[in-house]
């Protein structure tokens, strides 16, 4: 059942993602000075500019030929599960003072005076090519130093502090700095490279969930697990994805603790993160796939889309109470700071489990999934053929029901399709033998799973497949 697409009201892509209009962006390594320069409104006066502007190495400027993956805020709450196919962007405007962001922490006191572009930066590496969408005008850094090392940076380099907090999954402070005069984000963290206090430097990417558009649960069959023996007792499962209805029947009792990842965004869906819920841990008529496990839902989408610093404040939230499993039922762009966040996690001993993606054979990786430690899971039917719009590709680890299956929803039920909701089956299945053999650890159970997996497609891993169907009754039999 497709879903339909939904567009967040303009006062609240203000609030969440970013603190200043929109700004072409390019993050093209063989730009010259000059090119830079022209690309920027604030400067592209005094650069000697072609009469239209040099935009993106020498084309015309315009609307058509804006860079690809800066993502525009018209575009940027956008969700047709899968992915919208990208709008025109708009042609450069010239930046507004910035407004106060969104933070999941105390927001870091502004820097006094106006913030200008300075002059004479080295850059210590080419611009950067960033790929997928990212937020224009924001960087997510990490610092080594206090708040004063922290302002210092955004003083030298012409930034402006939006957020700050300490990370847990990081091990660092984690700052998400404004860029207010339109340079590109590839330029900016190129410039940062200079400061030794700047660990990592990365864009703030965006990320999409993963839904495509009486009731037995034909999962239970297919993974070999018998209903009425199910059970995650006790288990504690992060789920970070969007708000829920904690007031459905099926989620009664079900959902330990809460955190927003966003307060300040109202509420608009919830039935995604119910449905993943659901499929984890429901009780009742929609009964799920581990029934008696904790689920604690970390909520860090809305209209389907979230950004990176977003995201790792639920990982970090989700740290922090103590569970054995994280369902990520999203997708986005290789992102260095999202991949420290999962081989951290996986390190403290938590299985990582996420949708492999949704937007067909020939798309680029998805992530976190394709991240090493983290169980990548496609999507199959009743009869085990594979959904059409799966990501394919060697990341790709096992195959779970995602397709036509009906979940409860924020408005009672509905029939689901999607890698998000295989992923649920997946972690669902994992509470159970965390159950059974709770000294099992991420690994014996990440082994057991490839070991046992009903092989379909090719014989043996294939990029379709993975190691194929999961059979979780085979799985818990496996020796250690």
């Known amino acids: 059942m497709a879903a339909k697409a939904v567009v967040l009201h303009a006062a609240i892509l203000a609030a969440t993602f970013v603190g200043a209009p929109a700004v072409a962006q390019t993050n093209d390594p063989n730009l ?32 058509g030929n804006a860079a690809v993956g800066a ?7 956008v969700d047709l599960f899968p992915n919208p196919p990208a709008r025109p ?41 960033v790929s997928g969408e990212f937020v224009p005008d924001e960087v997510l850094v990490t610092v080594a130093g206090d708040a004063g090392a922290v302002q210092q940076i955004a003083t030298t380099f012409g930034l402006q502090v939006r957020s700050q907090r300490q990370s ?27 400061d030794g206090r700047t660990q990592r430097r990365e864009p703030n990417h965006i990320y999409s969930l993963q839904q495509a558009a009486g009731i037995v649960n034909y999962a ?20 970070i994805d969007t708000g829920i209805d904690d007031t459905n029947p099926a989620l009664k009792g079900v959902i330990a603790g809460q955190f927003d990842a966003m307060p300040n965004v109202p509420i608009k869906k919830r039935d995604h993160g119910t449905s993943v819920d659901g499929l984890i841990a429901g009780v009742g008529a929609l009964e799920g796939m581990a029934p008696g496990a904790k689920i604690y839902h970390a909520r860090a989408f809305e209209g389907g889309k979230s950004s990176m610093d977003v995201i790792l404040s639920a990982l970090d939230w989700a740290a922090e109470q103590d569970v054995r499993i994280i369902n990520m039922s999203f997708v986005g762009p290789k992102n260095d700071l999202l991949g420290t ?9 938590m299985v990582l489990v996420a949708a492999a993606g949704n937007n067909g054979p020939k798309a680029p990786y998805g992530y976190p999934a394709a991240f090493d430690g ?38 009672g039920s509905d029939v689901v399709t ?32 490839a070991a046992t997996a009903k092989d379909l497609g090719p014989k043996g891993r294939d990029n379709d497949f993975g190691y194929g169907l999961l059979d979780i009754k085979a799985a818990g039999a496996a020796k250690k």
């Not at 000075?33 to 022209?38: E, L, S, V």
């Not at 993502?71 to 709450?77: K, N, S």
């Not at 085990?384 to 799966?390: I, N, T």
């Open 89 to 129: 962007t708009p042609a450069p405007t010239q930046p507004a003072p910035p407004k106060s962001p969104t933070s999941t922490a105390a927001p870091a006191p502004p820097p006094s005076g106006p913030i200008t572009s300075p002059t004479g930066l080295n850059v210590v590496a080419p611009p950067r090519a």
């Open 32 to 63: 010259s000075q000059k090119q830079i320069d022209c690309l920027n409104p604030t400067t592209a006066a005094g650069a000697d500019c072609d009469e239209d502007g040099v935009r993106n190495g020498g084309g015309k400027s315009g609307a």
């Open 341 to 349: 966040a999962c081989r951290n996690a996986r390190a403290l001993g």
């Open 374 to 411: 983290v169980i990548a899971v496609t999507a199959t039917d009743a009869k085990d053929g594979l959904m059409p719009q799966a990501n394919r590709g060697a990341y790709v680890f096992l195959s779970a029901p995602g397709v036509e299956m009906v979940a409860p929803s924020g408005t």
């Open 168 to 194: 847990r999954l990081l091990g660092t402070t984690l700052v998400r700095y404004g860029i207010p005069d339109g340079r590109p984000v590839g330029v900016v963290l190129a410039q940062l490279a200079a």
């Open 220 to 239: 239970f069959e297919r993974i070999a697990l018998d209903s009425k023996q199910a059970s995650g007792e006790n288990v504690r499962v992060a789920v």
């Open 71 to 77: 993502v525009f805020l018209p575009a940027l709450i």
């Open 418 to 449: 999607g890698t998000s909701f295989a992923a649920a089956i997946v972690s669902g299945a994992i509470a159970n033998l965390i159950h059974a053999a709770p000294d099992r650890s991420a690994d014996e159970i990440e082994k057991a799973l």
